[in-house]
């Protein structure tokens, strides 16, 4: 079945946020920190006020005084000694001080988004310049600037997970131990569709329409309940598209506050539209994280022991998810794939003066995967194993499943030698030789590079979730779920989903991209739930249409209900039948329709795992690398439609060839300010860059849901960085070259390459 929605969207026929309009509308523009670090001494709207056409200019005292509070951070659990992460408030607009370059200061609304931006220009604002900090290690120096009162050094929190002493233990009977701190560095999620916002407020009701890009109405009407104190009924969220997202969109910012706040006190709709270099300031980033691992090895080579000790640059303040990710989502799957008796993990966060952090593709689990992948890799040559064989002994086996890690959570199902087996012939591991030859001798360096990934997907932030269908007098029906698309296919997959169930036609069958009127409970689209989640839901759905139509059936049959199989769409009685869609359009009356219904389910985590295998070629002259294969098995459950599955795969490993290869969010290390902020200076990856990318399924059912299903959403992403960094150090071994950081740009190879050629002095 192919995508329905692309033909509205590649012709320009999209709704995004930035298209919906109302009567009456405003238009807003903010004036943003142009330091790290500094108090706001005087701020001074008169001149702006006094621009024909402007309406009004809000600061961080009209937050206040509207009584919002903090911007929402979700970690509520203790930390290392039962201590509690330390949240310092996160305002609508700064109060009295800014902490980042990006930071929102003000906002003017105007009659038009031109006359708001000249305003913003006509803003006296004064600073007072305070030391700022870019980075983990300098914030929690001794004697670094203190970024809030309430947070003594910076350290927000600290976290650990595992056994620390059968850890140490495990490490002083090993015959081996390999130690590396690898980076996976600060990113600008960078979607197509700049975050935006509308927003509308009814006095008579007391109800705020907002319209933004999101992942989910239902995690983005959460998080405004909690910084307004509003009832979730007199909130309506709307968006039909979304361009874009891997978590960016999924958090409440403070632009739609202030929007909420403006839109109330002025009595009419208002409306802003973030440009590209607001993108790169105020968009929460990812990544952010250094990790140090060690592995502790027997005489064999078998795993004994793995430990990490990790620092993550939260930002200035504590994005939604962001301290959820270095903490709990870091350390879930920190033994990856491998049977490891003893793990254990410590994270330090820190504040800084950078644009605050929180989910970006994966969250959390493409870093631990790169890091066990790269700590693996890096074990096996600095001990003289083969990298294959040494995986191969310390998989997990099939038979050990439902596997109980030694940390966290319970792998469900699997077969990682299966996969690595599969994906090692697809790939022609055994054929590289003649490969590299042939590139040595065009005086190319050819590396390959092999990753096992292992993630966690699917758990969910609420219990369960909501589906519903309406039927029309066609006896057509349309799917609601409050699960949000920003490119993932819910509109093709969701119908087919239960057209599948029902054995008809998926023409019968519509998902409706816009929050439903009925008040359904239900997860965002995020951590690979929308297949799992939503879509098991919608399973259930298509089963509890057939039970509900069966007494119609039996009534238009003239038969009991016991009389009656259902197949292939029909009702069949003996030589009598009656089809799903003739039946529902026969019951078509005055609504709601007898078979209008909700259905849920509530299905557990997952684990989403597979090997991806990478050949790179490295020129020596320049450092330029070029990806010539690139193969990807991956074990997503069942697969509903490998169409969808083969474009997540593909973009996600394009996403993680930009941050192997190019993404870097860099800033000053002694001002702060943000050096890469934008395209000009920031490498975004081309299409070029992956020419032949083989996509596989190799599925391993879960029992955990309806359908089977354990996501796709992370795979690319999770199982690239590690085999492409792994590719690249392959070919770079033959010059003693052992690591190199992300990301391996041109320059930094060429400087690594000409270091190991250069004779010491």
């Known amino acids: 079945m192919m995508r329905r929605e692309d033909a509205r969207l590649v012709t320009g026929a999209g709704c995004y946020t930035a298209d919906w309009?109302?009567?009456?509308?405003?238009?807003?523009?903010?004036?943003?920190?142009?330091?790290?670090?500094?108090?706001?001494?005087?701020?001074?709207?008169?001149?702006?006020?006094?621009?024909?056409?402007?309406?009004?200019?809000?600061?961080?005292?009209?937050?206040?005084?509207?009584?919002?509070?903090?911007?929402?951070?979700?970690?509520?659990?203790?930390?290392?000694g039962g201590q509690q992460v330390r949240k310092p408030h996160h305002p609508v607009l700064a109060m009295g001080r800014v902490r980042f370059v990006g930071e929102p200061a003000a906002m003017v609304v105007a009659d038009a988004a031109a006359i708001a931006e000249d305003a913003r220009e006509l803003i006296d604002i004064e600073y007072r310049d305070l030391p700022a900090v870019a980075s983990f290690d300098a914030a929690v120096a001794a004697g670094a600037p203190q970024l809030h009162e309430d947070v003594p050094g910076n350290l927000a929190f600290e976290y650990e997970s595992g056994d620390e002493q059968a850890v140490a233990a495990a490490f002083a009977r090993a015959k081996y131990m390999s130690r590396i701190t690898m980076d996976s560095q600060r990113l600008v999620g960078n979607m197509l569709e700049p975050r935006a916002c509308l927003v509308e407020y009814d006095p008579s009701t007391g109800r705020y329409t907002v319209h933004a890009p999101m992942q989910g109405a239902g995690s983005m009407r959460g998080q405004i309940m909690q910084v307004t104190g509003l009832d979730k009924d007199r909130l309506v969220l709307v968006a039909q598209d979304v361009g874009g997202s891997f978590g960016v969109h999924g958090a409440a910012y403070p632009e739609y506050f202030a929007a909420m706040i403006a839109a109330r006190r002025l009595g009419r709709p208002v409306k802003w539209v973030g440009t590209r270099s607001e993108v790169f300031m105020s968009d929460f980033h990812g990544r952010a994280i250094s990790l140090t691992g060690e592995i502790a090895l027997?005489?064999?080579?078998?795993?004994?022991?793995?430990?990490?000790?990790?620092?993550?640059?939260?930002?200035?303040?504590?994005?939604?998810?962001?301290?959820?990710?270095a903490t709990r989502n870091l350390t879930i799957t920190m033994g990856g794939v491998y049977r490891v008796a003893a793990l254990y993990a410590r994270t330090r966060l820190a504040y800084t003066n950078t644009v605050p952090v929180s989910a970006y593709?994966?969250?959390?689990?493409?870093?631990?995967?790169?890091?066990?992948?790269?700590?693996?890799?890096?074990?096996?040559?600095?001990?003289?194993?083969?990298?294959?064989?040494?995986?191969?002994?310390?998989?997990?086996?099939?038979?050990a499943m439902p596997y109980k890690t030694p940390n966290a959570g319970t792998y469900d199902s699997g077969d990682f030698e299966g996969v690595m087996d599969d994906a090692l012939k697809r790939a022609g591991w055994s054929g590289f030789p003649a490969r590299r030859a042939v590139a040595k001798r065009a005086g190319k360096l050819r590396g390959i590079g092999i990753a096992t990934y292992l993630e966690a997907g699917g758990a969910g932030a609420v219990p369960k979730d909501q589906v519903a269908v309406e039927f029309d007098r066609?006896?057509?029906?349309?799917?609601?779920?409050?699960?949000?698309?920003?490119?993932?296919?819910?509109?093709t997959v969701f119908p087919e989903i239960v057209a599948g169930a029902l054995g008809i036609d998926t023409q019968h069958v519509r998902?409706?991209?816009?929050?439903?009127?009925?008040?359904?409970?239900?997860?965002?689209?995020?951590?690979?739930?929308?297949?799992?989640?939503?879509?098991?839901?919608?399973?259930?759905?298509?089963?509890?249409?057939?039970?509900?139509?069966?007494?119609?059936?039996?009534a238009k049959l003239k038969v009991p209900e016991s009389a009656l199989a259902y197949s292939g769409g029909r009702f069949r009685s003996g030589r009598r039948s009656v089809g799903f869609i003739e039946l529902a359009r026969a019951l078509a009356g005055p609504r709601p329709h007898p078979l209008d219904t909700i259905a849920e389910g509530a299905f557990g985590a997952t684990y989403p795992n597979g090997c991806h295998i990478a050949e790179v070629e490295i020129d020596p002259e320049t450092g330029a690398v070029s990806i010539e294969r690139y193969t990807a098995v991956d074990d997503l459950g069942n697969v509903v439609n490998h169409t969808l599955v083969e474009g997540q795969v593909q973009g996600g490993v394009?996403?993680?060839?930009?941050?192997?290869?190019?993404?870097?969010?860099?800033?000053?290390?002694?001002?702060?300010?943000?050096?890469?902020?934008?395209?000009?200076?920031?490498?975004?990856?081309?299409?070029?860059?992956?020419?032949?990318?083989?996509v596989f399924d190799y599925p391993v059912p879960t029992p955990n849901n309806a359908l089977g299903a354990k996501g796709v959403g992370e795979a690319g992403c999770t199982g690239s960085l590690?085999?492409?960094?792994?590719?690249?150090?392959?070919?770079?071994?033959?010059?003693?070259?052992?690591?190199?950081?992300?990301?391996?740009?041109?320059a930094r190879l060429w400087a690594a390459i000409r270091r190991a050629s250069t004779p010491p002095a």
């Open 722 to 746: 590690p085999a492409l960094v792994n590719a690249a150090m392959d070919a770079l071994r033959p010059l003693g070259i052992r690591h190199v950081d992300m990301p391996l740009t041109p």
């Open 654 to 694: 394009v996403q993680g060839a930009g941050q192997a290869f190019g993404e870097h969010a860099v800033y000053d290390a002694a001002t702060a300010q943000l050096l890469t902020a934008s395209f000009l200076d920031y490498v975004m990856p081309r299409a070029g860059w992956m020419r032949n990318v083989g």
């Open 474 to 491: 066609n006896g057509n029906m349309t799917l609601f779920a409050i699960t949000q698309s920003s490119g993932q296919g819910h509109e």
């Open 511 to 554: 998902f409706q991209p816009t929050p439903p009127a009925a008040d359904l409970i239900g997860n965002a689209t995020g951590g690979s739930r929308g297949a799992l989640g939503t879509g098991s839901a919608f399973r259930v759905l298509g089963e509890k249409l057939i039970g509900l139509a069966r007494p119609h059936a039996a």
């Open 298 to 325: 027997d005489a064999d080579g078998m795993f004994l022991a793995i430990r990490f000790d990790d620092r993550a640059d939260l930002g200035a303040y504590g994005g939604t998810f962001g301290t959820f990710i």
């Open 361 to 399: 593709r994966g969250a959390g689990r493409p870093d631990i995967a790169y890091a066990i992948e790269r700590l693996v890799d890096y074990a096996a040559t600095e001990h003289g194993f083969d990298p294959v064989e040494l995986r191969r002994k310390n998989l997990i086996p099939k038979a």
């Open 21 to 80: 309009n109302l009567e009456g509308q405003l238009h807003a523009a903010f004036l943003r920190a142009d330091r790290a670090h500094a108090q706001i001494v005087r701020l001074d709207a008169t001149r702006a006020l006094a621009l024909p056409g402007v309406h009004a200019v809000l600061t961080g005292e009209d937050a206040r005084a509207a009584g919002f509070k903090s911007l929402p951070n979700i970690v509520t659990y203790a930390g290392k």
